[in-house]
């Protein structure tokens, strides 16, 4: 039989336990609904489930002879040289923008060839590429 001591002793560890697990869970669900996932226009194309109220981000080149510029907004294409998508965004984007570069756009897509930026980031340079990234470039 435990005496007062341990029990209070095991209560307050089971109790700390408990809390920890409760505030590691929460951390993970938050850090889980504010991750964006980031998808070349070959994953949108051959991805059959696709939220269209998520927020994700696309990224690829921006196609050679496609940017269209009116007052504040800019559409332009993405591709990643095997299939490609109309992008539309109303701001200014980075000096490093241009044709022929890497190019991540954030925001949402109306369909599968249509995509709303909020955020334009450009990539300063697509000679370094993540291993990942290059091998699915170069294996299509």
């Given amino acids: 039989m435990l005496n007062k ?3 209070n002793k095991s209560f307050i560890f089971f109790l700390f336990s408990l809390l920890l697990i409760i505030a590691v869970a929460s951390s993970l669900k938050v850090l889980d609904d504010n ?4 998808f070349s226009p070959t994953e949108i194309k051959e991805k059959s489930n696709l939220n269209l109220n998520q927020k ?3 990224g690829g080149m921006v196609k050679n002879q496609s940017i269209i510029v009116n007052n504040n907004e800019i559409k332009f294409i993405v591709t990643d040289f095997k299939n490609e998508i109309i992008v539309t965004y109303r701001g200014t984007v980075p000096n490093l923008f241009a044709e ?3 190019v991540v756009a954030e925001g949402k897509l109306q369909d599968k060839k249509y995509f709303v930026a ?3 980031l450009a990539k300063h340079d697509e000679n370094y590429m993540p291993p990942k990234n290059k091998k699915k470039l170069n294996d299509k």
């Fill in 118 to 120: 909020k955020r334009i």
């Fill in 100 to 102: 022929g570069k890497g």
């Fill in 35 to 38: 991750v964006l996932y980031f």
């Fill in 56 to 58: 994700i981000r696309i």
């Fill in 5 to 7: 001591k341990t029990k």
